[in-house]
């Protein structure tokens, strides 16, 4: 895993071009430096409120996009150390998460956000671990 922190994510503001009949959203090309090969691709649904953590992959990178709605997303790393990072419509950009960071993120649009993961490796059940919500001392509440 290395020494990665929360520090090491970086968050790439993406395009949104307008065209007639609905946008195109950027997300991840070959070229970016971001991209760390291609794994698989899902989509999550997020709901308004709604709480996913905690959860942390030792191989997985991740490339977080909202292209409908917003989340607020939380990480911490080995050391103790919080970032936080809303993204979403009115903030389309990127989350590059590198191996070893705890996460969970929060609905913050109603009714319902859209959240994008390209990972660099398939979904493997035995490379990620998880707790619960109360395990971190953090403060949900918006």
Do not use: C
């Not at 071009?17 to 794994?39: A, N, Q, R, T, Y």
């Not at 977080?64 to 979403?88: H, N, S, W, Y």
């Not at 996460?103 to 009714?111: H, M, N």
């Not at 390209?118 to 109360?134: M, Q």
């Amino acid at each position: 895993m290395g020494n990665l922190g929360v520090a090491d994510i970086t968050v790439t503001q993406l395009r949104r071009v307008s065209v007639s009949g609905g946008d195109v959203l950027h997300i991840l090309k070959e070229s970016d430096l971001e991209f760390m090969g291609f794994g698989e691709a899902y989509f999550s649904l997020v709901e308004f409120n709604a709480v996913k953590a905690w959860k942390r992959h030792m191989r997985m990178t991740l490339n977080l996009a909202m292209p409908v709605g917003r989340a607020k997303f939380v990480f911490i790393d080995d050391g103790g150390a919080i970032r936080e990072e809303v993204i979403g419509e009115n903030r389309y950009a990127r989350l590059t998460v590198p191996p070893g960071i705890w996460f969970g993120f929060q609905g913050i649009y109603s009714p319902t956000s859209l959240l994008l993961n390209i990972a660099d490796i398939p979904h493997d059940p035995k490379e990620v671990e998880r707790r619960e919500l109360s395990e971190f001392a953090y403060n949900w509440e918006m």
